[in-house]
């Protein structure tokens, strides 16, 4: 069975640091890229990047390029998005996804989907 | 970027009915369009991929059709468990942006 199993809720002041994970199993994990999908409260789904894990060949999303940073480890099948510098706008749910594809490269989509983390940032 | 136009933004529906949502792309995106359903608090889940192909156990009253810049997901017989938020994607280029998403109450 596939799963992504993503890190606990984070509570993070202002100007911290922080990496979040997703873990996936029941598949060869090398094989799939993954995303990175986040949504404030509220608010819709907003697509931040992908990376595959077999190079570590990573796309941003153009909005974000410089905010973030995705990483993945494939010895251990775990992709991570890590902050530097954490602003109160970073507080959302991030959720890691699988992009899977058929036929060309342009017919892709999220197949499976981790719980999320939500990432809380308070002064 | 390419832009999704979800609509409606809201609608109120009713346990049997048939109900309509539409997606909207700034510049033709051929078929590579996507339909995910979200209920609150939960990830959101693959319905139908490539704009008509319904993902493996999703159930076929979920339908969806369209090509170019206008696609359409159809839900037929409305029962319970479809009030959710739907939200289009296009996966055509980078970023792979979504619509704003649709809310389907009870009405």
């Known amino acids: 069975e596939v799963q992504l199993v993503q890190s606990g809720g984070e509570v993070k002041k202002p100007g911290e640091s922080l990496k979040i994970s997703c873990k996936g199993s029941?598949?060869?994990?090398?094989?799939?890229?993954i995303g990175w999908v986040r949504q404030m409260p509220g608010k819709d789904l907003e697509w931040m990047g992908i990376?595959?894990?077999?190079?570590?060949?990573?796309r941003y999303s153009p909005s974000l390029q410089g905010q973030v940073t995705i990483s993945v480890d494939k010895s251990i099948d775990s992709a991570y998005l890590q902050w530097s510098s954490l602003k109160a706008s970073d507080t959302a749910k991030y959720y890691c996804?699988?992009?899977?594809?058929?036929?060309?490269?342009?017919?892709?989509?999220?197949?499976?989907w981790g719980p999320g983390t939500l990432v809380t940032v308070s002064s | 970027d390419i832009q999704m136009t979800q609509s409606p933004s809201s609608l109120s529906a009713s346990v049997g009915d048939r109900v309509t949502v539409t997606c909207r792309a700034s510049?033709?995106?051929?078929?590579?369009l996507n339909w995910y359903q979200q209920k609150p608090g939960k990830a959101p889940k693959l319905l139908i991929y490539?704009?008509?192909i319904l993902q493996s156990g999703v159930p076929s009253r979920f339908t969806g059709s369209g090509s170019g810049t206008d696609f359409t997901l159809t839900i037929s017989n409305l029962q319970p468990e479809d009030f959710a938020t739907y939200y289009c994607?296009?996966?055509?280029?980078?970023?792979?942006?979504f619509g704003g998403g649709t809310n389907m109450e009870i009405k």
């Open positions: 029941g598949y060869t994990f090398a094989s799939y890229w």
């Open positions: 994607q296009q996966s055509y280029n980078a970023p792979l942006t």
């Open positions: 510049q033709s995106i051929s078929s590579s």
């Open positions: 996804a699988r992009l899977d594809s058929t036929g060309w490269y342009g017919l892709r989509y999220f197949d499976y």
């Open positions: 490539a704009a008509t």
């Open positions: 990376i595959n894990p077999g190079d570590s060949d990573t």
